[in-house]
């Protein structure tokens, strides 16, 4: 099993940097892909960043891209978010997820949620205008 907690949200301005943390625990997910997804009130949960397990292969969704840089710290067992020139549209909770060890996909599967295993509770971002 693997639990996932996430820190860094908050209340901040238009333009403004965040960077949000998932800390793992319980297993390494040093060899999982792993990945950033949102929820606004009343929107259905939407991909932001991922990360495969090898290699260095990032993927953003179009509207953070530029913005939003995903990153992991093996050693610390923590993925990282950082977000700058933030927009009032980013207002969501975050969540970060993992998926099993080792598993490759082709692109699309990364932004799909059902696609990983394991969850966090969620760390709310506020960007006020």
Do not use: H
Not at 51 to 60: A, E, K, N, P
Request: hydrophobic share 30%.
């Amino acid at each position: 099993q693997v639990q996932l907690v996430e820190s860094g949200g908050g209340l901040v301005q238009a333009g403004g940097s965040l960077r949000l943390s998932c800390a793992a625990s319980g297993r390494t997910v040093s060899d999982r892909a792993m990945g950033w997804f949102r929820q606004a009130p009343g929107k259905e949960r939407e991909f932001v960043a991922a990360l495969r397990w090898s290699g260095s292969s990032t993927y953003y969704a179009d509207s953070v891209k530029g913005r939003f840089t995903i990153s992991r710290d093996n050693a610390k067992n923590t993925l990282f978010l950082q977000m700058n020139s933030l927009k009032p549209e980013d207002t969501a909770v975050y969540y970060c997820a993992a998926d099993s060890p080792r598993q490759t996909y082709s692109t699309n599967l990364y932004r799909i949620p059902s696609t990983y295993d394991y969850w966090g509770q969620g760390t709310q971002v506020t960007v006020s205008s």
